[in-house]
């Protein structure tokens, strides 16, 4: 009965067919306002208000030739993509995004352990290093030099972002028993924002989890893998078609399943309305909502980093912060006699 | 830790499942694709030039360590100047020297059970 309620979880809700809905609705609000930011309409013709131009896209290049050149890797490309966006979706059954299910069905899977924290980090960085590979895998310098330059980023910005992850995971652990679980610090982390102290340290950690989760999307200002100015399209430059399409999908779930994740972790999930079912349903929705619409916000005002720029800002800025805050979350039990 | 290891099996269960299917779904798209690519499109290019494959690959040393010897640069230089002689016993000291250190983390943390 558990291996078929997992099934359901896997593909249907919180799974690939809720997110698939969930982030094309997402990529039509990012692209609408990211277009309003710069004096344009955005989509505006496929469905109301263009709402269906996302999915238009994705179908057209999911059914358009698959151009592979000669000496580039196919097959392995198209797995590495796939298990990817396998292990990104993977995550959000850590979340308490499953909880609504309760309510309707009566049963609900999560994967919930101590320490599981872990192995969402191992999750999170499939992605990346799929990404890098099918650049390696095509023989082209731009892409060659694109994945290298995901490489360069990537020892940067994961490592600031599992920082600022583990900030919120340690101090509802530490503070409120969470046990280094996903689920359960999402359940107990609005708790964070009632005191001034880890009210601080949570903000530190939101602000640098935002900046190493922009790095992690390849948006301005950290699109240097696939600058186009300088190496056309970096690690895509060779790939059109499907694969070009399970690219854009692997992107759009890491924005998706990063946003859900900082909601949950850092700003409460559907918390203070935890019931009833809509009232918390909308409050996860707008909190979502403001995440993806600071990182747009972001994407559209600022210009892109030379490499070095980048790699600088993360390891005299972001990463410092970001070890400063899980240092001194791990301190909170010394000052909770006296604080809390 | 047992529990971990059940959890762990179930991501991996899930992230398989959807990986299959997407991949299958990937298949179906492509087979279903108007037509199948063909002449130039499956050779290399480079800023509109063809390019040979033997070439179209970069050498490895360069994709990874040319940026933070780029970004470190000064620091290395610094190190050098400060540390390096150039004679093969000094370096064996400094080889000693970490290798105290380690040892040192090791006790200093409980040692080896």
Redesign the interface.
């Known amino acids: 009965m558990e291996a078929l309620q997992?099934?359901v979880?896997?593909?249907v809700y919180p799974?690939?067919v809720f997110s698939l809905i969930a982030i094309l609705l997402t990529q039509w609000y990012v692209r609408k306002l990211y277009a309003r930011m710069q004096n344009r309409v955005g989509p505006l013709h496929t469905g109301p208000s263009g709402l269906l131009q996302p999915l238009a896209d994705f179908l057209k290049l999911?059914?358009?030739?698959?151009?592979?050149?000669?000496?580039a890797g196919d097959k392995l490309t198209?797995?590495l993509l796939?298990?990817s966006?396998?292990?990104i979706?993977?995550i959000l059954?850590?979340t308490p995004l499953a909880i609504p299910l309760r309510s309707i069905t009566g049963w609900y899977?999560v994967?919930?352990?101590?320490?599981?924290v872990v192995?969402a980090l191992y999750?999170l960085v499939w992605p990346t290093v799929a990404l890098a590979l099918a650049g390696f895998l095509s023989?082209?310098?731009?892409s060659?030099?694109g994945?290298?330059?995901v490489?360069?980023l990537t020892i940067a910005y994961e490592l600031a972002f599992a920082l600022s992850i583990l900030t919120p995971v340690a101090l509802t652990s530490l503070l409120y028993g969470a046990g280094y679980s996903i689920y359960a610090s999402s359940i107990s982390s609005w708790r964070l924002w009632l005191h001034p102290y880890t009210a601080c340290l949570t903000a530190l950690a939101l602000a640098t989890a935002l900046i190493s989760l922009q790095c992690k999307l390849m948006e301005k200002p950290f699109d240097i893998p696939e600058a186009e100015t300088e190496i056309v399209a970096g690690p895509f430059t060779e790939y059109s078609?499907?694969?070009l399409?399970?690219i854009i999908l692997l992107h759009d779930l890491e924005l998706y399943v990063g946003a859900a994740l900082i909601t949950f972790l850092f700003l409460g999930g559907p918390a203070p309305f935890f019931k009833p079912l809509w009232a918390s349903a909308l409050t996860f929705l707008v909190k979502y909502v403001i995440v993806v619409s600071v990182l747009t916000a972001i994407k559209a005002a600022v210009a892109r980093f030379r490499?070095?720029q980048a790699?600088?800002l993360f390891w005299r800025y972001v990463l410092p912060l970001a070890l400063l805050a899980l240092i001194f979350s791990m301190a909170s039990p010394l000052l909770a006699a006296q604080v809390f | 830790m047992m529990?971990?290891l059940?959890?762990?099996l179930?991501?991996?269960?899930?992230?398989?499942?959807?990986?299959?299917?997407?991949?299958l779904?990937?298949l179906y798209?492509?087979s279903?694709?108007?037509?199948?690519?063909i002449g130039d499109?499956?050779?290399?290019y480079?800023c509109g030039e063809s390019?040979p494959?033997r070439?179209?690959?970069?050498a490895d040393v360069?994709?990874?360590v040319a940026?933070?010897k780029?970004?470190f640069r000064s620091l290395y230089g610094r190190l050098r100047e400060g540390f390096h002689t150039g004679i093969l016993s000094d370096w064996l000291v400094w080889m000693y020297v970490f290798l105290a250190l380690m040892l040192f983390i090791l006790v200093s943390a409980g040692g080896v059970p």
């Open positions: 997992l099934l979880e896997t593909l799974g690939l999911m059914f358009k030739e698959d151009v592979v050149v000669k000496g198209a797995g796939t298990v966006i396998g292990a979706l993977a059954l850590m899977v994967i919930k352990a101590d320490f599981d192995l999750l023989p082209n310098p731009f060659i030099v994945g290298s330059r490489f360069s078609g499907p694969k399409a399970l490499v070095d790699l600088l | 529990q971990l059940i959890e762990v179930k991501a991996s269960a899930s992230m398989f499942t959807v990986a299959i299917i997407l991949y779904l990937y798209a492509r279903k694709a108007p037509r199948k690519p499109k499956l050779s290399i480079a390019y494959e070439k179209a690959s970069v360069n994709l990874f940026v933070w780029n970004l």
